[in-house]
């Protein structure tokens, strides 16, 4: 089954920061990154219970071939991912993200 996916709008922030860097560095890369990204939001779209819950009711996907990872929450039928995040970056900035008994706007519509 191939869940609803919804990506808030600080994770679009963070993308497109990175996409940026990453293109910065040799032009194509952040296409790549891109990519990769893509590929990621497929898997957890297709197998959201896959990874496990890191912090509250937060997972993390790793995003192939970069040093980032996807912070989602899954509550059926939704995926909805509030961070594209750097692992190396201090996981504070993320977690502020997570909103108490976090069902998600966007999972009202």
């Known amino acids: 089954m191939m869940y609803q996916l919804a990506i808030e709008p600080e994770a679009e922030d963070d993308l497109a920061e990175a996409y940026r860097w990453y293109e910065n560095q040799r ?12 590929a990621g939001l497929e898997r957890i779209r297709e197998t959201p219970e896959l990874h496990a819950v890191v912090y509250k009711n937060v997972r993390q996907a790793l995003i192939r071939r970069f040093p980032y990872v996807l912070c989602y929450v899954f509550e059926e039928p939704w995926v909805s991912v509030i961070a594209v995040f750097h692992g ?22």
């Open 27 to 38: 032009p194509g890369l952040g296409d790549e990154f891109i990519a990769c990204v893509d």
């Open 88 to 109: 190396h970056r201090d996981p504070a900035i993320w977690k502020s993200r997570v909103r108490a008994g976090d069902s998600r706007r966007r999972h009202d519509n």
